[in-house]
Nanobody, 111 residues
Framework: QRQLVESGGGLVQPGGSLRLSCRSSRDDFSDFSGAWYRQYPGKQRERVALVYTDGTTVYDDSVKGRFTITRDDVKRTIDLQMNNHQREDTAIYYC?????WGQGTQVTVSE
């Protein structure tokens, strides 16, 4: 049984917005930081945003000011609000929490 299940993603126009959500089944969800990664074809996954247990966030320079990561320890979710999409945001996005990974969701930025 997958511990992290992602939702959201899809096709968006440049300048548009999407929201990704990830839900965990772990009872100790609040004990660990969470993050969103993305992967381009033929490349390694790269982290785009991280949220620590105290809510502190870290962003890759490529998404700073456009993406916002949040966590809800009651709902056991890690969300990624993505605004002002650019074509280079096209990738598969993965949620990460502790040693678990989501199934991956495609985000495509195109006219």
């Amino acid at each position: 049984q997958r511990q992290l299940v992602e939702s959201g993603g899809g096709l968006v126009q440049p300048g548009g917005s999407l929201r990704l959500s990830c839900r965990s089944s772990r009872d100790d969800f609040s004990d660990f930081s969470g993050a969103w990664y993305r992967q381009y074809p033929g490349k390694q996954r790269e982290r785009v945003a991280l949220v620590y247990t105290d809510g502190t966030t870290v962003y890759d320079d490529s998404v700073k000011g456009r993406f916002t990561i949040t966590r809800d320890d009651v709902k056991r979710t890690i969300d990624l609000q993505m605004n002002n999409h650019q074509r280079e945001d096209t990738a598969i996005y993965y949620c990460n929490h502790f040693i678990s990974w989501g199934q991956g969701t495609q985000v495509t930025v195109s006219e």
